[in-house]
């Protein structure tokens, strides 16, 4: 009895504690580290840590036990352009991140730079910074089309509809829905991209949903054809666009702007194209014409 | 720790208030189902047909040895195919939240049952000779007299295993459940998944859990000092 | 993926690429993977959890209670060590050992930016569980010590260290080993929750499978489930078996 009492006061003082202390809002939450940028980080060390995300075709996945992907080999190249930079060799070295941990271990220094698909939201903005876009999506839902066929959003509406965890979708869908002024979604939230599809085969869940190419891909892995006249099929109009940026410590400048002028210089130098082809072009999985999408190449000078 | 904007905020604080509802729920539901489950395999673990005792040891001896989480995930994720794969229908929709509960309910009812025939077996014999003797039958001594009995003698131990039941609530985490359906750790996570700060909401969600069963604890010492009592009255 | 590779991987992880080894860290370590990372976690938790258990028994029995004498005074002080030690083993049995595990993941990057690899967080995470749990059995340990059978030993002429190694250990012990071995399986089991924070114990070896190979998750967890099974099942026969010798030993 005089334990519990004991434990009770303790519990209570430390929550008011925490609550009295918790600064105002608009403070500055994540302080970086202004003495130092990243970059003479990495050109002291000659190496640089990269979060990178591994359970995700086709930006990075495990194939026969080895690490590829889009992120993979824009990454690759990015940091032998980056050696430019730094005037020395850059060794790499990944360090696995999941969609939980690829915000917050930037933030809190665990990496120097981190590549998951990451869609540049503003939320995430807040927190963290990105380069220029390096790749470009949109977010549909995914569906079963033995239960109707050219499905488009609206059909949706009141449905159940799967999310990955910690992904920008669960906002963005249910804004869509609700300026649409359709009903509300009910939202259920996978573990992973392949559980979802699973749960989408065996009817579980009226569709899922993420960023296109990640979906298409993932399916066709696990053996489902994906297609308007196949098993499962994409809706053709999306809710969301996505923009791939590559995430950054707050507030460190002289970092970021050397990771752009690496990017810069691969879509100069025609290597992104190249990359881009390799994963995304007609002879890919799930092809993503490039369209009006332009990485914004600065000119030197 | 900036508990002001990661949890005292709307919409979060309303999400680990409606987590805080559904732990509760959960803990309610399981307990009900549990305690149940685990009667029935007791009665069946101290009966005198040898197949029913060795069904309820099979039953205790799997559900115990089993941990929660690949059971909970192989119910969620594999059980869809297999139903499918024996029965050639579809399993029925939104049977998400009752898998949670059924699988949590196997594994406490398992450790129940065992908690109960402890319970039941450590009565002297006597008090059922008695109750024969003035002419109940044998169910009525079994209601009336055993199971009694020995819930008070394992009530102590009945009550550990129910506050470690709501605990395992949390492993609720792993499931993909409809958001308003999540208990309050799933909605930390959920929070986490929008700010990236872990530390505050789970901060939250401990607080939440730590008074809770200290809460049923209290009930739980005050129920056993009771029993004890009345034990201390019939000898 | 055929059905060997899938055993073998469940048994010793997934591959991990040379590129994601951390050079500052052990790399042996970061290779341990499914099962085998589930064992030596287990087993790293239970080692690291006995001296924690111990003294937060030793505090909490106070200076009579305990194996031994703590080298401090009859009153002095004690109430100052055993108010957190209480608070510490009723906080981490008060919350679930999934937010324990989240909270040792997440909160020492948030208050100290600390830079731990993922194996060290889930044992420091189980250890803290199994300690506090393995402070209770010691205790229940240290209650089964009577009194009187210390003072006949002390009325043999036996020595304070003869007492404490022939007599208040062997007894200790013996009460302990069924709950201690209950205790292991509890952890071992447990120990499935860090696939949350992506440690690559068995349960997230499941998942890593799931994730890269066209595989059924079905038949990968119902092979998951088979492992957990029979080695818990094993440990709890054997753990009956041990009770049973010991009661006998005890009340002869």
């Known amino acids: 009895m005089k334990n519990l009492a004991v434990v009770l006061v303790t519990a209570i003082v430390f929550l008011v504690i925490g609550i009295l202390v918790s600064p105002k809002k608009n403070a500055i939450r994540y302080p970086a580290s202004v003495v130092q940028s990243t970059f003479e980080v990495v050109k002291k060390q000659g190496r640089v840590i990269i979060g990178i995300g591994q359970e995700a075709a086709p930006f990075g996945y495990m194939e026969n036990g080895k690490l590829v992907g889009f992120d993979v080999d824009i990454v690759r190249a990015m940091v032998k352009k980056l050696e430019k930079y730094a005037a020395k060799e850059i060794k790499i070295e990944f360090r696995p991140v999941s969609d939980e941990t690829r915000i917050s271990w930037v933030q809190s220094g665990q990496i120097h730079m981190s590549l998951c698909h990451t869609n540049n939201t503003r939320k995430r903005d807040a927190n963290i910074d990105f380069t220029v876009p390096y790749g470009w999506d949109a977010k549909g839902v995914l569906y079963n089309v033995s239960k109707g066929k050219n499905r488009n959003l609206t059909d949706f509406a009141g449905k159940v509809i799967g999310i990955k965890r910690s992904s920008s979708s669960e906002g963005e869908i249910q804004a869509y829905f609700k300026n649409k002024g359709w009903d509300e979604v009910t939202l259920k939230a996978y573990d992973s991209h392949i559980a979802g599809i699973q749960a989408l085969v065996d009817d579980q869940i009226d569709g899922f949903t993420d960023d296109n190419s990640i979906i298409i891909n993932t399916a066709m892995r696990a053996g489902h054809k994906v297609g308007p006249n196949e098993v499962l099929a994409v809706t053709a109009t999306p809710y969301s666009p996505a923009f791939f940026g590559v995430g950054v410590p707050e507030n460190d400048s002289d970092w970021r702007d050397v990771l752009n002028y690496s990017l810069h210089d691969l879509w100069n130098s025609g290597e992104f194209l190249e990359i881009y082809q390799k994963w995304f072009g007609p002879d890919s999985m799930c092809p993503v014409p490039l369209g009006s999408n332009r990485m914004e190449p600065y000119v030197e000078g | 720790m900036n508990f002001r904007e990661y949890v005292f905020a709307e919409p979060y604080f309303g999400w680990l208030c409606a987590g805080v509802q559904m732990t509760l729920l959960i803990t309610a539901l399981t307990t009900i189902l549990s305690l149940v489950l685990g009667a029935v395999v007791a009665a069946f673990a101290t009966s005198s047909s040898r197949t029913g005792r060795l069904v309820a040891k099979t039953y205790v001896s799997l559900f115990r040895n089993l941990p929660l989480v690949p059971l909970l995930l192989f119910l969620v994720f594999a059980m869809p195919g297999v139903f499918r794969f024996l029965t050639g229908r579809r399993f029925p929709v939104g049977m998400d939240f009752l898998l949670l509960v059924l699988g949590l309910s196997l594994n406490t009812s398992a450790y129940i049952a065992e908690i109960l025939r402890s319970g039941i077996q450590a009565l002297p014999a006597e008090h059922a000779f008695a109750a024969r003797v003035l002419g109940l039958k044998p169910l009525a001594i079994r209601i009336s007299v055993v199971y009694p009995q020995a819930l008070r003698i394992v009530l102590p131990a009945l009550g550990t295993r129910l506050i470690h039941n709501m605990k395992n609530s949390a492993i609720a985490l792993v499931l993909p459940l409809p958001l308003e359906y999540m208990e309050v750790v799933g909605q930390a996570g959920r929070i986490a998944g929008q700010t990236f700060a872990w530390a505050e909401p789970l901060l939250f969600a401990a607080a939440v859990h730590l008074s809770l069963a200290i809460l049923f604890s209290l009930i739980v010492n005050k129920l056993a000092r009771e029993a004890q009592r009345k034990i201390e009255v019939s000898r | ?252």
Request: hydrophobic share 50%; aromatic share 8%.
């Open chain 3, 1 to 252: 993926m055929s059905l060997y590779e899938i055993i073998r991987t469940l048994l010793i992880g997934y591959p991990i690429p040379p590129e994601m080894i951390d050079p500052n860290f052990p790399v042996f370590i970061q290779r341990i993977g499914g099962l085998n990372l589930t064992l030596v976690v287990t087993v790293l938790s239970l080692l690291l959890g006995t001296p924690l258990g111990l003294v937060l028994a030793m505090t909490r029995s106070g200076p009579h209670g305990g194996i031994g004498r703590l080298p401090l005074g009859e009153k002095m002080g004690w109430w100052a060590l055993q108010g957190p030690a209480t608070v510490i083993v009723e906080v981490i049995r008060g919350i679930p050992i999934m937010i324990l595990v989240l909270l040792t993941f997440y909160l020492p990057y948030r208050l100290f930016r600390l830079r731990v690899p993922p194996i060290i967080l889930a044992t420091v995470a189980l250890s803290l569980y199994s300690g506090v749990y393995l402070s209770e059995i010691f205790r229940s340990g240290f209650r089964a010590v009577d009194e009187r059978w210390v003072d006949a030993a002390h009325t043999l002429g036996l020595g304070k260290w003869q007492v404490l190694l022939k007599i208040k250990l062997p007894i200790t012990l013996r009460a302990m080993l069924p709950a201690l071995l209950g205790l292991v399986i509890t952890i071992f089991k447990d120990s499935s929750v860090l696939m949350v924070v992506g440690v690559p114990e068995l349960t997230f070896s499941a998942r890593q499978i799931q994730v890269a190979e066209p595989v059924s998750y079905a038949l990968v967890l119902g092979l998951v489930l088979l492992i957990y099974w029979s080695l818990a099942t094993t440990g709890s026969v054997l753990c009956n078996r041990l009770e049973k010798v010991c009661s006998k030993h005890l009340s002869e």
